[in-house]
């Protein structure tokens, strides 16, 4: 059973540190699920109830910053919900076409989204960038809590 439980808090962290990344995938959800599987795989022996809160409020975090920073790009240029819409659907259509894809595909979104709310090719441009940038900030928002979380689970883990 410990196997097991070892086995699913590894596949867990390794999905949610690719969620951190890829928008398909709920990153630091998937990411706080492995950590407090691993956690409880020891009877929660090394890593206790206070670490896991802290650990959950670094997941809700990345999870909210995601989302804010996304919109704050969007809005700061301009977009429409349209826009901020198409940003997202881009996003996710755009990761199975790889690095470049989750780079372009927020931004083509975006502008499409853009241009179906009757705009000018220069204001769905402007849209388009503030909703990819938003995206990007928002994922290395993500990132850098994600590490933060594993980062704190093997400080407190091992030492």
Excluded at 51 to 78: H, K, M, N
Excluded at 136 to 150: D, E, F, P, S
Aim: glycine share 16%; net charge positive; proline share 3%.
């Amino acid at each position: 059973m410990i196997a097991i439980a070892w086995f699913l808090a590894a596949l867990l962290v390794i999905l949610g540190l690719a969620g951190l990344i890829l928008p398909a995938l709920p990153g630091p959800l998937l990411l706080f699920a492995g950590l407090w599987t691993a956690a409880w795989a020891e009877g929660f022996a090394h890593v206790g109830s206070k670490t896991l809160i802290v650990l959950g409020l670094l997941a809700a975090l990345a999870f909210l910053a995601d989302f804010v920073a996304g919109a704050f790009g969007a809005r700061r240029y301009g977009a429409s919900g349209r826009s901020i819409l198409g940003a997202a659907l881009g996003a996710v259509v755009g990761m199975f076409f790889g690095l470049i894809g989750l780079l372009l595909g927020p931004f083509i979104g975006a502008v499409l989204g853009e241009l179906s709310a009757r705009r000018d090719l220069v204001a769905a441009g402007r849209a388009g960038w503030g909703a990819t940038l938003g995206l990007i900030l928002g994922t290395a928002a993500k990132v850098a809590l994600g590490i933060t979380m594993v980062a704190l689970f093997l400080v407190v883990r091992f030492l």
